[in-house]
Structures are given as structure tokens and as C-alpha cells.
């Protein structure tokens, strides 16, 4: 067997890898570029918004709902170890604010919007759409790419902070119902606890997310192969793609902002 | 004018393309014809950059089109896509109005859609339709809402990609009327793709065969009959029999 041979399968690897991280960069700021330079396409942002962010609340509000009741729970167990339960109220707010509101609420957008998108948009690559569009004078990553990106950007941010009510609000009716808090004062502990930057930073990050879905949605639905095959290979991606990379980004943000 | 020189393209280890020629002069109608994959639709996509060629110039009035003159190009552009490629998300007249309704050309909504509803009348298509949406039509309407899209802002340059398969013998006539009218009245360059002999004689000036890669014949469609060519013989009657092979 040839020595080289694990060596030289390494090297592809990381060459394929290199050039696949080029092509995301060049796509990223032509994305960019199209956000920023005229002309605009006001119906198609208006559209991706309500395809991102409104038809998108339902999944949040269940997901934070859900999170933080369970949280309210476990917070309440776990402290109760070393008789401090009464914190309950400050760590569901600041866990669900910082933490699992944007993330959890980032990786159901994912799933939701990240398949659609590539599936919409991989379709009109394989159906020649896109083509069509280049040969009517439209820039495809103008009209289809800008817009989503943008959209995602501005709107998943909203959709975390609707999350943090709805799950801040799933922590006091399992904290008043079940753990015995008086409700007054759960909320005064909550709102007197959190700080601007617990909300912000959570917000931040729903912006980096929405980018990043966004992208990935229209990256992987451009680059789709051929036919139906295409298209199902290409909505996996962007999905996996777009979970992988708000974990990792939640990591370096979550670093940024509060490691010391 | 279009020019084509020494047009190669390859996928993979599969070459497509190898050294097309062609010259399509102004306001002529330039038909193409050729087997089943060899090439005739990466041909056009080729001169529209949806296809980037390996090697080879493509000149549009002079100018090669490889360089910045695509957009002045493709604004006075039009072209019908082999399977229709109409946008699945709008109805059919905010498909055929697609340009007329933003970018250089935007003009009112009111006259954007008079003007989309007269084209498809001109594809033999009522009213009633401009309403649905490409998925609820059949797939020769499809292909006619297409051919309406192309036309619908009066391009300079047009390219069809088999304006008459999948449709009936009457509706492929008007179809052709309508292809040789546009040449004729707008003066309009036109290149189509097809394998309809009856179509080939009433729309074409031109005519080229692609084979092999290559273009095997090109001359006036009145010499095609004429043309002692083995090829273009056995693809103008059809026959099994003859040097291109009934495989491939
Ligand atoms: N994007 C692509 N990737 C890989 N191969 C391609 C691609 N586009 C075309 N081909 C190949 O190029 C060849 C020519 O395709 P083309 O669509 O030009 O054929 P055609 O002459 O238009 O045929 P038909 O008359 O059936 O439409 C085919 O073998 C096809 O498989
Ligand atoms: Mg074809």
C-alpha cells in the first residue's frame, strides 16, 4: 500500500473544506454587498418577513413556553440541593434571556425557515427559475438572496425577545402554580434581576442567528445539485449547516460578551 | 449580430461542446436543430453566460460578452426556457409582466397587466387565465405563458427553446406565425431551438445542425432541402438508418 496515501486523502479533505469556506465567504459578501447597494426589492422583504418572522412565532412561543417551565423546574430542584430555592425566579430569567431563548429559539427558526428556503429556492434553481430571472435583468442574489438575508436578520432578533416573555411567563406559571412563589413578588425578583445587557445580548445573538440561517438557506438552495435528489441533499445541508454554526457562533458571542 | 467562436464546454469528462462556429446577422431568424443532447441548450445558455464556456469567444455587435456588456445585453432580451421556468410563487400576468413591473422598465400596475393579458392573447391564451397560477396550467400552456414572457417587453434579441413541443399542431401554427411576425415586424434577432421540421421552414432564415459538438451544417433554409449533407439528410427524413447513431 502506498504510504502516502492517508496523507494525500487529509490533503483533499482540507483543500475541499478550503475551497468550500471560500465559495460561503465570496456568497457572504456578495449577500452583503446586495444588502447594501440599490436597487431594493421592498414586496420581496416584506414577504420574507412574514414568512420568517410572523409565520415563525407560533413554533417560538411553544418552544420558549415549554423551556421555561421545565427550567422553573429544574432550577428549583437543583437549588433546592443547597437550599436556595428562591432564586428560581432570576436564573429562569437570565438562562432564558441569554441562553435558551435565542439559542433554542435559533435552531426551531432553523429547522423551519433554513428548509424552507432552500428548498424554495434550490426548486427554482433545478426548474431553470433562476436562469429565467438572470435573462429577465434580475440579479438572483439580489431579489431572492438580499432580502431573506435581511429579513432573517431583523426579524429572528424579535422573535427572541417575544421568546424570553413567553418563556419568562412559563416560569412563573410553573414557579406560582406549582412551586409555591407568590406572584408579585416572582416578578419584581425577575425585572428587578435582569439587566439591559441580558435582554441585548440575547438580541444580538438572534441577529448573528438569522443571518446565519438565512444564509445557509440561500447558499446551499443556489448551490443545489440537480433534480428532485438535488434539492433534498441541499435543504439537509442548510439545515445542519445553519444549527451547527448558531451553536458555534452562540459559543464565540457567549464568549465575547461575558467570558473575562 | 451574435458570434460564436470555437465555443467549448465540457462537464466533467463529458464534452458537450467542441468548437462551435456560428454567426446569427441582425433581425435573422437563426433555427438550430440537432439529436437529443447534443448540446443545443447549453449553446444558448452559453451565449447568456448561464453557461460559462471552457474556452472560445461569444460576441454580441461586437462585443464580447464575456466583459461587462451582458446587463446592456440582456436589457433588451428575451427568451423562452425549454421546460417554461415560470416562477411557481406569482400568477400568470405577474409572470409575463415580470419586467414591466420593476427595474428600468416598471411602469403602472393597470397597464403592466393590460399589457401581460394582450401578450398572452397573442400566444392564444384568454384572459381568464392571467389569473392562475402557473401550476394549475397545463404543460403547453405553461410553454405559451413563457413564450408571452419572452416577448412581453418587445425585445431586440430572442431566444426560444422548442416553442412547439408539447403543443397541438394548430397551436404549434400559431406559435410559428407568431415567432416569424416578430422577426419580420420588430425586426427582432431570433434564435430557436427544435426538432419540427415544420416549424424549422416556417420560422427559420438560417438553419444550423449541431452534431458531435460541432456545427455539422449551416446554410439558408431554402438549401437545406438541397443539401447533400448525410447528416441533415437523415435528420430531415427521420430515418434510423444513416451515420448518426440511434444511441448515444
Ligand atoms: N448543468 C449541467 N451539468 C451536467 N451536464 C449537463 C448540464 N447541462 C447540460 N448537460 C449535459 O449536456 C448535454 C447537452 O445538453 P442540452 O440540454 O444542451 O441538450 P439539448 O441538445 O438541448 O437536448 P434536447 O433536445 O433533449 O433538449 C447533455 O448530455 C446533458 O446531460
Ligand atoms: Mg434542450
Redesign the interface.
Known amino acids: 500500500m502506498d504510504v502516502t496515501a492517508p496523507v494525500a486523502a487529509i490533503g483533499r479533505s482540507t483543500l475541499r473544506s478550503l475551497a468550500a469556506l471560500g465559495r460561503v465567504s465570496i456568497f457572504t459578501a456578495q449577500t452583503l454587498r446586495h444588502i447594501l447597494i440599490p436597487?431594493y426589492?421592498p414586496r420581496e422583504i416584506w414577504h420574507a418577513v412574514i414568512a420568517i418572522g410572523w409565520l415563525s412565532l407560533p413554533v417560538v412561543g411553544m418552544t420558549a413556553v415549554f423551556t421555561g417551565a421545565a427550567l422553573a423546574l429544574q432550577i428549583y430542584a437543583g437549588s433546592g440541593r443547597f437550599g436556595a430555592e428562591s432564586v428560581v425566579p432570576q436564573i429562569v430569567a437570565i438562562g432564558m434571556t441569554r441562553e435558551l431563548g435565542p439559542v433554542l429559539g435559533g435552531l426551531m427558526v432553523a429547522a423551519r425557515v433554513a428548509s424552507s428556503i432552500a428548498a424554495?429556492i434550490g426548486t427554482?434553481k433545478v426548474?431553470?427559475?433562476i436562469?429565467?430571472l438572470?435573462?429577465?435583468?434580475?440579479n438572483p442574489m439580489k431579489y431572492l438572496t438580499a432580502p431573506r438575508v435581511l429579513a432573517a436578520t431583523l426579524t429572528v432578533p424579535v422573535l427572541v425577545a417575544v421568546g424570553d416573555a413567553i418563556g419568562i411567563m412559563g416560569g412563573y406559571l410553573v414557579g406560582t402554580t406549582r412551586l409555591g412563589f407568590n406572584e408579585a413578588a416572582y416578578l419584581k425578583n425577575t425585572f428587578d434581576f435582569l439587566q439591559f445587557w441580558d435582554v441585548g445580548s440575547g438580541l444580538v445573538k438572534g441577529a448573528a442567528f438569522g443571518f446565519l440561517i438565512a444564509l445557509m438557506g440561500c447558499y446551499h438552495g443556489m448551490n443545489s445539485g440537480r433534480g428532485a435528489q438535488g434539492v433534498g441533499a441541499a435543504v439537509k445541508a442548510a439545515v445542519v449547516a445553519s444549527s451547527v454554526l448558531i451553536l458555534a457562533s452562540n459559543y464565540l458571542l457567549t464568549e465575547a460578551f461575558f467570558g473575562s | 449580430m451574435i458570434e460564436l467562436r470555437d465555443v467549448h464546454k465540457s462537464f466533467g469528462d463529458h464534452a458537450v461542446l467542441r468548437g462551435v462556429n456560428l454567426t446569427i446577422p441582425k433581425g435573422e431568424s437563426m433555427v438550430i436543430i440537432g439529436g437529443s443532447g447534443t448540446g443545443k441548450s447549453v449553446t444558448l445558455k452559453s451565449v447568456l453566460g448561464l453557461v460559462k464556456p471552457d474556452s472560445g469567444t461569444i460576441l454580441v455587435d461586437g462585443e464580447d460578452v464575456e466583459k461587462a456588456h451582458r446587463d446592456t445585453f440582456l436589457s433588451h432580451f428575451g427568451m423562452l426556457f425549454q421546460g417554461g421556468a415560470l416562477f411557481d410563487s406569482m400568477t400568470v400576468w405577474e409572470n409575463v409582466a415580470f419586467r414591466l413591473l420593476r427595474g428600468s422598465l416598471k411602469r403602472p400596475k393597470a397597464e403592466a397587466r393590460e399589457i401581460a393579458i394582450d401578450k398572452l392573447r397573442r400566444v392564444g391564451l384568454r384572459s381568464k387565465v392571467a389569473d392562475q397560477f402557473p401550476a394549475e396550467l397545463s404543460g403547453g400552456m405553461q410553454k405559451r405563458v413563457g413564450l408571452a414572457r419572452a416577448i412581453a417587453a418587445d425585445p431586440q434579441i430572442i431566444f426560444f427553446d422548442e416553442p412547439t413541443t408539447g403543443l397541438d399542431p394548430i397551436m404549434s401554427g400559431v406559435i410559428n406565425d407568431l415567432i416569424r411576425e416578430i422577426v419580420v415586424e420588430m425586426g427582432a434577432t431570433a434564435m430557436t431551438i427544435t426538432h419540427d421540421m415544420t416549424s424549422v421552414r416556417a420560422i427559420a432564415d438560417k438553419v444550423a445542425m449541431l452534431h458531435d459538438g460541432v456545427i455539422q451544417w449551416t446554410g439558408p433554409v431554402g438549401e437545406m432541402d438541397a443539401a447533400d449533407d448525410p447528416y441533415l439528410r437523415q435528420f430531415i427524413t427521420g430515418s434510423a438508418e444513416g451515420p448518426i447513431e440511434a444511441v448515444r
Open positions: 436597487p426589492y424554495e427554482m426548474t431553470e427559475q436562469d429565467a438572470v435573462t429577465l435583468s434580475t
